[in-house]
């Protein structure tokens, strides 16, 4: 038994050393063929290239394996850090469309209550004027501005640019005071606004400020009287002997106590009126009395 084994090894063997030599035996060339090819062309050619593989073995880098590995392992490890260095980037860039985007919606927000209260501000200031923010860009604001258009009462659309010195410090001051009304800020400094503006203009800027804009603090500096005379502090500026000097003033006090200078006044006028009175009666009954 054991024989036939072995022999059934050895027959398997060879069954697979001559599949192995068909699988890796070159091609037959029929004679015809070969008839074409010079016996010492080809071996010269054999001699060029067993020269060529014995000075490819002399000069043969060993170590290329090795320093292929290392390649491989740094290649590999900037790969990691280029997709980790991707993550973020993604990262961070969408955080920053979500920020752009809030931002567009805030802006667009407040830019549609600004122009609203502007129409309402330039209507109350004009008596009956209109006027109108607008994008230049709707698609992208932050790129190109806004234009600011009005029509003053009686007059036709016109740029801000375009307007007179009167109706640029009006319209100004619509803006303002919706900048005030959507987001207000605690503090004003305003220098001759109302140069430019008439005697009904003055009453009505001076007004809105000294009713509307209470949750604020207005300096504003002013020739025109009433304009200051609704304040409630009045600083003077003066010059005496080349030195510029100063004095605060409370309008209220003022008028306080004119009142009761007034009040007083009228008190002794009314006693002296009294006294006259009764000394006439006086008289009159003494001369009465001696008839």
Known sequence: MEVDDDGKNAETQLDEREHADKSTSLDSLSHDVLEKYDVEDIKESISTLEAER???AKNANMGAIAEYRKKEADYL???????????ERNAARKEHEELRRQRLE????????????LKEMYQMITLGGDAELELVDSLDPFSEGIVFSVRPPKKSWKNISNLSGGEKTLSS???????????????????EIDAA????????VANYIKERTKNAQFIIISLRNNMFELADRLVGIYKTNNCTKSVTINPRAFGLAAQQNGAL???????????????GKSMSIQSNSRV
């Open 54 to 56: 014995n000075t490819l």
């Open 265 to 279: 006044a009228d008190r002794s006028n009314a006693n002296l009126s009294t006294s006259k009175a009764a000394e």
């Open 106 to 117: 805030m802006f667009m927000d407040g830019f549609g209550a600004i122009t609203l209260k």
């Open 197 to 204: 503006l008439d005697f009904k203009n003055v009453s009505i």
């Open 173 to 191: 001051l619509s803006l303002v005071f919706a900048l005030h009304h959507y987001k207000p800020t605690p503090l004003y400094v305003m220098d």
């Open 77 to 87: 490890a900037r790969v990691s850090e280029l997709d980790q260095v991707t993550e």
